[in-house]
């Protein structure tokens, strides 16, 4: 596996218009493992992944795996989680790793190492990023990210009812963490075209954020269609004028359709017209 030269934003835009704007998660928890009739075990976790990623990644313009449910099974499960990756961007889909690695200094420098130099083993087209340790404590893995022509989305305004302690806070200067946030992504993406490569996540269950500028000039990875209760036909009330840059995530909504490949394939061909439909309404 190796890194490009061509910026995320540019490669991400034209998945997007190609292949429609949709985000379908690798999500293989032990509750979808048994849905499929798999075990909870490596065989089960590798079965599952290649099933997905044969059944959508030459369709879709992102697939998301989840990170934490690979690692559970420790060496042999991020072999998994590796071979997933290769074979995905392999198929054309962009692999954004949902890791949410924050950390400061040698630490983030080598959290990025593992995921956004060009030549490492799980080498993906963007990773999620926390910035609770301050917007700065990313600058390793915005630095890699250029280098490589890799991504990032940082948590700015998350879907759980948890975040808005942080996101929500206000700070002596007015303004809120997580429009801070946006505004620091806004920075790093100005001048790019057609996108830029610095993206933020942002619920899709949130109702009216018009109080925010999320037109940030890159992505915005929009969880929570489906399952948690948002609709494609929800995104232009959410996203307002950015909503051709939202990158809708769909886990469960598509994964319950397996083992069985083709009603996968639907299933996501399906979510990726209906998001197609909405943004071309608003």
Not at 54 to 66: G, I, S
Not at 193 to 207: E, N
Request: net charge negative.
């Amino acid at each position: 596996m190796t890194g490009t030269t061509e910026p995320f934003g540019a490669r991400l835009r034209r998945a997007m218009d190609e292949r429609g704007p949709l985000c379908v998660g690798i999500d293989p928890h032990a509750s979808l493992l048994a849905e499929w009739g798999l075990d909870d075990d490596v065989a089960g976790l590798e079965r599952f992944s290649r099933t997905v990623v044969e059944a959508v990644a030459d369709r879709v313009a992102v697939l998301k795996p989840q990170s934490a449910f690979f690692e559970r099974f420790g060496s042999r499960g991020v072999a998994v989680l590796e071979k997933s990756v290769e074979e995905a961007r392999a198929a054309g889909a962009l692999v954004v790793m949902d890791a949410k690695r924050g950390d400061i200094g040698s630490t983030m420098a080598a959290y990025a190492e593992s995921f956004l130099r060009a030549d490492a083993p799980l080498f993906s087209d963007a990773l999620t990023v926390s910035p609770y340790l301050g917007y700065g404590s990313l600058k390793p893995a915005v630095d890699l990210a250029r280098e490589s022509g890799a991504g990032l989305f940082v948590l700015a305004l998350t879907s759980n009812p948890e975040g808005g302690e942080v996101q929500h806070a206000v700070r002596a200067d007015g303004r809120s963490v997580g429009a801070t946030m946006l505004a620091h992504l806004a920075a790093e993406n100005a001048g790019e075209t057609p996108l830029g490569s610095f993206g933020a996540v942002v619920g899709a269950t949130l109702g009216d954020l018009s109080s925010y500028d999320l037109d940030v000039n890159g992505p915005l990875l929009a969880p929570g269609i489906g399952a948690q209760g948002a609709t494609p036909a929800d995104l232009p009330a959410v996203f307002g004028a950015a909503v051709r840059n939202v990158v809708p995530n769909v886990s469960r909504g598509v994964l319950r359709h397996g083992p069985d490949v083709t009603a996968l394939r639907n299933a996501a061909d399906r979510f990726a017209d209906e998001v197609r439909t909405a943004v071309a309404a608003a």
